[in-house]
């Protein structure tokens, strides 16, 4: 597979698009926030979105390379610097993804991504203001399946402060026990590892014998205490883990990337609006948080840049 690199003095290189890969593929939703770009360079934004929601679950670090090739093009466009920030959270760029994402939030408004920044957060050892962006008066206004992701980071977040019984009473709200399907699970895996810190080892294996066996899908559920490399500059994530399961299938954002809206001019699939279905299996908790500034972002946020068709 052929990687974005440099060549002489021009810059970074795209990643090479597929022909058969088109801008109409794109969410129509996400294809109108390109309206102010030119259309070549429109288009080939949407081809470069559309091959990071191609990529974002089997190769998350092409699928980020697809998303700053569209940020160096067209930075001033909030669905971009949401691609932006989503493949950097899948890549445990989380200093980088909470850059992005607060950048989302100043263009258009939007809260919907306080379960992701909430877990880069955590990401970044920084339980804290993990908690503290669920507290906002924004949260109490999410939907309710947001409110259940969000739920979940604030679990994580009170077991990496060592407190299990506040990481519960997270779990046990209301809006979070009626959650149903695929959540429903991860509720339940989340409050099991709370009922093991706990020390309420039987009442964890009971609620995990009642879940579906994963069987070989194991490796794609959150991995647990993770370690601190401070060699590396990375922040400790406590025994919950960084859940890059974080939003799930009830999607998050306009950008027309992940699981829905590629491909559908309706905005097709689990998501609300246009998008980016982050999925439950995503990027794995052990992958250590960029304790610094994050990967740099390659490339001025200017829009309407000609460089990379």
């Known amino acids: 597979m052929i990687r974005a690199g440099t060549e002489g003095g021009r810059g970074p290189v795209p990643p090479p698009l597929p022909d058969d890969v088109v801008a109409a593929d794109l969410d129509r939703a996400a294809r109108g926030r390109l309206r102010t770009l030119s259309k070549d360079n ?15 679950d089997t190769e998350p670090e092409l699928a980020y390379e697809h998303a700053q090739a569209a940020v160096r093009r067209a930075g001033r466009v909030d669905v971009v610097r949401e691609a932006a920030g989503i493949t950097a959270y899948r890549t445990g760029r989380y200093a980088e993804a909470l850059r992005e994402l607060r950048t989302v939030r100043r263009l258009n408004g939007s809260d919907e991504h306080l379960p992701l920044l909430a877990d880069c957060e955590r990401g970044l050892g920084r339980p804290e203001r993990a908690i503290a962006l ?5 949260a109490r206004a999410l939907p309710d399946d947001l409110k259940v992701e969000l739920a979940i ?23 979070v026990q009626a959650a149903v399907g695929e959540p429903a699970e991860r509720v339940a895996r989340a409050r099991a590892d709370a009922l093991r810190a706990a020390g309420r080892e039987d009442e964890a294996d009971a609620l995990l014998a009642t879940l579906p066996d994963l069987g070989d899908e194991d490796d794609e559920v959150v991995v647990y205490d993770l370690h601190e490399d401070a060699e590396a500059g990375s922040a400790a994530v406590g025994n919950a883990g960084v859940r890059n399961a974080g939003v799930g299938n009830a999607g998050v954002g306009n950008a027309g990337v992940g699981n829905a809206g590629v491909g559908s001019d309706e905005g097709a699939g689990d998501a609300a609006g246009a ?17 610094g500034g994050g990967a740099e972002r390659v490339g001025a946020a200017g829009e309407d840049q000609e460089g990379d068709r």
């Open 42 to 56: 429109a288009d080939g934004v949407a081809r470069h979105l559309v091959m990071a929601g191609r990529l974002l």
């Open 134 to 138: 669920s507290q906002e008066d924004a």
């Open 153 to 175: 980071v604030v679990a994580g977040a009170r077991l990496d402060l060592g407190d299990p019984d506040a990481a519960l009473a997270a779990l046990g709200a209301p809006v």
């Open 275 to 291: 998008g980016v279905a982050v999925a439950a299996a995503g990027a794995h908790g052990d992958e250590r948080a960029d304790g």
